[in-house]
């Protein structure tokens, strides 16, 4: 998380969106995600979707990698381009509502401000 506040600052981006990242992507949430990935992409392959366990070790890897690397390729670029979509989205609508907040905060100081004068 640290690491990924530190980068975000220096590469001027969303910091929020940089540790939320980091909290998706971790060694408890990485398996999980292979899966959806691999499943995504074997539905869109129409390929039955073989794969019912994930192992983070490299025989595995080695092992699995000749049979479920398309779908897994195809089904993390899917899902990737979809949570920065929604992510995106959601970054706007909440930044929108923040701002529509404070507008209504100035305007309401200014309207008494007026009025007490």
């Given at each position: 998380?640290?690491?990924?506040?530190?980068?975000?600052?220096?590469?001027?981006?969303?910091?929020?969106a940089a540790v939320l990242g980091a909290w998706f992507t971790n060694p408890l949430t990485m398996?999980?995600?292979?899966?959806?990935?691999?499943?995504?992409?074997?539905?869109?392959?129409?390929?039955?979707?073989?794969?019912?366990?994930?192992?983070?070790?490299?025989?595995?890897?080695?092992?699995?990698?000749?049979?479920?690397?398309?779908?897994?390729?195809?089904?993390?670029?899917?899902?990737?381009?979809?949570?920065a979509v929604l992510g995106n989205i959601l970054t706007r609508g909440l930044w929108r509502l923040h701002l529509v907040r404070r507008w209504k905060q100035r305007s309401k100081r200014l309207a008494s401000t007026t009025v007490a004068e």
């Amino acid at each position: 998380m640290v690491l990924a506040a530190i980068a975000a600052i220096v590469l001027r981006v969303n910091v929020p969106a940089a540790v939320l990242g980091a909290w998706f992507t971790n060694p408890l949430t990485m398996a999980p995600a292979f899966l959806l990935s691999y499943r995504i992409g074997a539905f869109l392959l129409r390929q039955p979707a073989t794969l019912t366990d994930f192992e983070m070790s490299f025989p595995w890897l080695t092992e699995t990698i000749g049979h479920i690397w398309q779908p897994l390729l195809l089904g993390s670029l899917v899902l990737g381009v979809f949570c920065a979509v929604l992510g995106n989205i959601l970054t706007r609508g909440l930044w929108r509502l923040h701002l529509v907040r404070r507008w209504k905060q100035r305007s309401k100081r200014l309207a008494s401000t007026t009025v007490a004068e």
